[in-house]
């Protein structure tokens, strides 16, 4: 079950301002997180609001519409068309849109293409006004659709059964498990986002574990490309970035993450990497207004931030809370069912 409906009352309006959203973010200096942040919120409460919008006042009062944005309800409403994607659309916004499909590739990157001359993927790989792509890049051209593609569940959890005996087969004690779309139960998922740790009390960890997974997983042709290595290999925490397919003709290529974290921090990053990111700020909001700071390694007591810059900590805290979402929950008085509410 989908929280955020697709065939609601108002589905056509929100594909109009999603539209519209898409748009913004290959414009320069448009991408905005804040921006980006409560356009997509805007569009959640419209998919969730029950019945057709008839006036402004009517979707002005629901939340995360503002003015500007109840006008374009109203206008879609009234001619079934927004007439500002079509000033939106030019050419060049479409090709900045192209090239932002490709895997890593941000409005930067797009608009230094754009600006070389480049006008198409058949531009970029031929290197037209000295443009020079990383393996990713080429990776991510090559493959342009199956990665723009999301994969029926189904799916996933069948690379999944495959992964995790191979990866039991290395160590049995290994703790394995799906994070992401999948865990919220969506019908579809942009990626498999797989994490792994192991419980140390007999002495071991899984440090190095990863490195041995993925050569496992090319050698039995689940893994096909890489698109990020882990910076170091050894590190208790690692992220690995590539593709893999099922191991049948024509299966197509799809997006798998891994995520190695340490034991102790194993609930904070099932919780982070579970997502959504919506969920995420509202349960990093939440802590912050008990005093406490939330992130994918734990929930933190006594941080102390510099009041010039709120990304520096002068005082790291004490960690309260990090070995399962219950123990996160439980500290910021959510119901332990929070979880289960927040599941799509
Ligand atoms: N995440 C986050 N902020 C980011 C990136 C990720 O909070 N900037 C968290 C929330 C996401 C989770 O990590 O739900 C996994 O990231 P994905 O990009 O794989 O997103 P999802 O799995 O949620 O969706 P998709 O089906 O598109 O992969
Ligand atoms: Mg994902
Ligand atoms: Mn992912």
């Known amino acids: 079950k989908e929280a955020q409906r697709k065939n609601g009352p108002n589905e056509d309006i929100a594909k109009k301002l999603e539209e519209l959203m898409l748009l913004h973010k290959a414009k320069p200096g448009m991408d905005d997180h804040w921006r980006a942040f409560s356009y997509q919120k805007c569009l959640r409460a419209l998919r969730n609001y029950p019945k057709r919008i008839k006036t402004f006042n009517e979707a002005r ?11 374009k309800i109203m206008e879609i409403i009234e001619t079934g068309d927004l007439r500002r994607i079509g ?12 090239f932002q499909g490709i895997y890593g590739v941000g409005q930067t990157t797009a608009y230094k293409w754009y600006a070389a001359g480049c006008r198409s993927l058949d531009d970029l790989k031929a290197g ?41 087969g290395i160590d049995p004690k290994l703790e394995i498990q ?72 024509g299966s197509r290529r799809r997006r798998i993450d891994f995520l190695t974290v340490p034991w102790k921090s194993r609930g904070a990053a099932l919780l982070y990497y579970t997502g ?56 910021l008085g959510c119901r332990s069912s929070s979880r289960m509410n927040g599941l799509e």
């Not at 009062?61 to 006008?71: P, Y």
């Not at 080429?138 to 005996?165: C, Q, S, T, V, W």
């Not at 990111?277 to 992130?295: E, P, Q, T, V």
């Open 87 to 98: 000033y939106e659309n030019t050419a060049d916004v479409q090709i900045r849109k192209v």
């Open 178 to 249: 799906i994070m992401g779309s999948f865990r919220r139960g969506k019908a579809d998922c942009g990626d498999i986002d797989i994490m792994i740790t192991r419980c140390p009390f007999d002495g071991k960890t899984h440090t190095g574990i990863l490195h041995d997974l993925l050569k496992a997983l090319h050698e039995a042709k689940i893994i096909t490309e890489d698109l990020a290595l882990p910076e170091n290999p050894l590190d208790e925490e690692a992220i690995y970035r590539g593709l893999c397919h099922l191991p049948q003709a």
């Open 61 to 71: 009062s629901i939340r995360g519409v503002g003015d500007k944005t109840a006008l």
């Open 128 to 168: 037209k006004g000295g443009v020079t792509l990383t393996d990713a890049q080429k990776i991510g051209i090559e493959f342009y659709d199956d990665i723009n593609d999301r994969m029926p569940r189904e799916e996933a959890a069948a690379l999944f059964d495959i992964i995790k005996p191979i990866a039991l």
């Open 276 to 331: 959504d990111d919506i969920f995420n700020r509202a349960m990093r909001y939440k802590a912050n207004r008990l005093g406490y700071s939330l992130n994918q390694k734990g929930l933190f007591a006594g941080v102390v931030r510099d009041p010039r810059n709120w990304s520096v900590k002068t005082n790291t805290g004490n960690i309260v809370a990090s070995e399962t979402e219950e123990e996160i929950f439980h500290m």
